[in-house]
Nanobody
Framework: QVQLVESGGGLVQAVGSLRLSCAAS????????IGWFRQAPGKGREFVAT????????YDADSVKGLFTISRDNDKNTVYLQMNSLKPEDTADYYC????????????????WGQGTQVTVSS
């Protein structure tokens, strides 16, 4: 059974940083693209970033370009989301997910989802 488990969320002040982790198990992790989405209270789930199986190709949403960095360690079956210069509008539940689609940005292109980790940015 595929499992994706996020961790690393918490409360941080504006302009602070957090690093989220997504630990995967259950299938050949290195063969899949991994994405991060977020969902703020009362809003839909929004694409944040995705990374190729090799880790060489990444794609970020315009809202986080230059601020968030996605990376992966296939030896550890883990994907990371380094978030810098956080703003109150980054407050959301963050989810990792996997896909067979290259650089997918749509929710429907992803298969398995983690339970999410909450990030709260105070002003």
């Amino acid at each position: 059974q595929v499992q994706l488990v996020e961790s690393g969320g918490g409360l941080v002040q504006a302009v602070g940083s957090l690093r989220l982790s997504c630990a995967a198990s259950g299938r050949t992790f290195s063969r899949y693209y991994i994405g991060w989405f977020r969902q703020a209270p009362g809003k839909g789930r929004e694409f944040v970033a995705t990374i190729s199986w090799s880790g060489v190709i990444t794609y970020d949403a315009d809202s986080v370009k230059g601020l968030f960095t996605i990376s992966r360690d296939n030896d550890k079956n883990t994907v990371y989301l380094q978030m810098n210069s956080l703003k109150p509008e980054d407050t959301a539940d963050y989810y990792c997910t996997d896909s067979e689609t290259r650089l997918a940005t749509m929710r429907g292109e992803y298969d398995y989802w983690g339970q999410g980790t909450q990030v709260t940015v105070s002003s």
